[in-house]
C-alpha cells in the first residue's frame, strides 16, 4: 500500500469525526449532483475547508472530490504526501502546467468533482478575494455544471497559522449550478462565470451566516430528510437484489453518516430519524444472525419513537409493517399488525408513492387474505409512476402474484 493509500485510510474515520463535530446547518446538499463530473466552486478562508467539502460531497456521491492545491504545498515531503492523500492536485496559479490539465480531465472524466476556489488563496473569511477568471476555464473546456457553495466558520474552526481544531460550528449553503454562457471566446465566458460565481456564493454565504440562527433548522432538516430518501431509494441494487430491498453496505454507511450531519441542528426530527431507522432496518437484513436481533430492536423503537411524536408518520408506519412481518410471534411479530401499519402509511403517503401499498399486499398474502392481496397489486401496477426507481421492482412483484393467483384459479 502507498504511502498516500495508507495516510487516507488511517485519517478518513478522524476527518468525519472532526467534520461531523463541527457541523452546523446545511442548505441545498440536493443541488449537487447525483452523478457526473461537476465543479464545486466555494469561498476559501482556512484548510479546513478541504474536510468540510471532502466529506460532504462523499457522504451524498460516494466518490473523492478533487482540489486544486497551490503548488507550494507539493514541495516538501510530508506536505506533499498528506495533500496527494487528500486529493490535491498541484497548480500554479498563473499558468497550470499540461499535467494539471492533464490530471484536470482525468478526475472530470471519471465522474468525479473538482474543488476550485475562485479566490485562488485563502481569504480572513469576511471578505471575499477578487475572483480569478481561470478558475473556470476547466469547467468551460469539459462542459461541467459549475456549483457554487457559501461556508462560515471554517476560518473560526482552524484560523490561519493554528495548528488545533477549534470547537466551533460551521455552516454551509450549496447554490444551483450556474448558468454558463454558450456563445463569446472562452476568456469572456469565464469572466462571467466569476461574476456570477462570485454574487452567487456573496449570497450563499449570507443565507449560511443566517442559518446559524437556527430559525430554519426544521426546514434544512425536512430537505435533508427528503434527500437521504432519495439516495437510499437510488442506491438499491437494481440488476438483481431490488426485490430483497439490500442496499451496499458502503453506501448505507455513508447515507447514515449524511443523517447524522442533518440530525446535528435538528436531532429530534422526526423525519430525519425515520431515514436512520430505515439505515438500521437494512443493515439488519446484511448483518449475520448473532446481530439481527439487537438491529431489529433498535427499529422497532425507533420507529415508535417517531410515531409518538408524529403518529400519522407515513416512513414509520412502513418501518413497524416490515418488523412485524419479518419478525416472529415470539419477539412480537404480528401480520395483522402489519397489515394495519401498512394501511395507515398507505392513507398518509402522497399520490403515485405505492411502497407501502406494495408491501401491504405482501402482508395480505402472508395472511391468506387472497383476494385483498390481489387487490393491492393491481393497485401498484395502476399506480405506480413508470419513472420511479424502485417502479421494476414493485412491478414484478405484483405481476409474478397476480400470474401466480391466476393460475391457480385456473
Avoid at 138 to 150: C, D, K, M, T, Y
Avoid at 211 to 236: M, Q
Avoid at 319 to 338: F, I, Q, V, Y
Wanted: net charge positive; aromatic share 6%.
Amino acid at each position: 500500500m502507498e504511502a498516500r493509500t495508507a495516510i487516507r485510510a488511517l485519517t478518513f474515520t478522524w476527518g468525519e469525526r472532526q467534520v461531523l463535530k463541527r457541523m452546523g446547518s446545511i442548505e441545498g446538499l440536493e443541488n449537487i449532483p447525483a452523478s457526473g463530473p461537476f465543479v464545486l466552486a466555494p469561498n476559501h478562508s482556512s484548510y479546513f475547508d478541504h474536510y468540510v467539502v471532502e466529506f460532504l460531497v462523499n457522504a451524498v456521491r460516494g466518490n473523492p472530490t478533487w482540489f486544486l492545491t497551490k503548488a507550494e504545498s507539493f514541495e516538501r515531503p510530508l506536505s506533499r504526501v498528506w495533500t496527494e492523500a487528500w486529493y490535491g492536485i498541484p497548480v500554479d496559479r498563473d499558468r497550470p502546467s499540461p499535467t494539471t490539465i492533464r490530471e484536470v480531465q482525468r478526475v472530470l472524466s471519471h465522474g468525479h468533482c473538482l474543488c476550485v476556489y475562485p479566490e485562488g488563496t485563502r481569504g480572513d473569511g469576511v471578505e471575499l478575494l477578487p475572483f480569478k477568471a481561470g478558475a473556470f476555464r476547466f469547467a468551460l473546456s469539459a462542459g461541467v455544471p459549475v456549483v457554487p457553495l457559501g461556508m462560515v466558520g471554517t476560518s473560526s474552526v482552524l484560523p490561519r497559522g493554528a495548528r488545533r481544531l477549534r470547537n466551533t460550528q460551521v455552516h454551509v449553503a450549496f447554490g444551483r449550478p450556474l448558468e454558463q454562457a454558450t456563445e463569446g471566446t472562452k476568456q469572456a465566458r469565464s469572466e462571467q462565470l466569476a461574476i456570477s460565481s462570485r454574487e452567487a456564493i456573496e449570497e450563499l454565504i449570507g443565507r449560511a451566516a443566517a442559518n446559524a440562527s437556527g430559525a430554519r433548522d426544521t426546514e434544512l432538516a425536512a430537505r435533508g430528510a427528503a434527500l437521504v430518501d432519495a439516495l437510499i431509494t437510488d442506491g438499491f441494487d437494481t440488476a438483481g437484489r431490488l426485490a430483497a430491498g439490500r442496499l451496499a453496505a458502503g453506501t448505507r454507511r455513508r447515507l447514515t453518516y449524511l443523517t447524522a450531519l442533518y440530525r446535528r441542528t435538528a436531532p429530534d426530527h422526526p423525519d430525519l430519524n425515520a431515514q436512520r431507522v430505515r439505515l438500521l432496518g437494512l443493515s439488519a437484513l446484511e448483518a449475520p444472525l448473532p446481530l439481527k436481533l439487537g438491529y431489529a430492536m433498535q427499529v422497532r423503537r425507533g420507529a415508535e419513537h417517531v410515531l409518538t411524536s408524529v403518529p400519522t408518520h407515513k416512513d414509520a408506519h412502513y418501518l413497524m409493517g416490515r418488523w412485524h412481518l419479518g419478525s416472529p410471534g415470539l419477539l412480537g411479530g404480528s401480520t395483522s399488525a402489519a397489515i394495519q401499519h401498512f394501511q395507515a402509511s398507505d392513507a398518509s403517503s402522497p399520490e403515485g408513492d405505492t411502497r407501502a401499498v406494495a408491501a401491504l399486499g405482501d402482508a395480505l398474502a402472508a395472511a391468506g387474505r387472497d383476494a385483498e392481496a390481489g387487490e393491492a397489486y393491481r393497485r401498484v401496477l395502476a399506480e405506480t409512476p413508470e419513472d420511479h426507481a424502485r417502479a421494476a421492482g414493485r412491478i414484478m412483484r405484483a405481476t409474478e402474484y397476480l400470474g401466480r393467483a391466476k393460475e391457480l384459479v385456473a
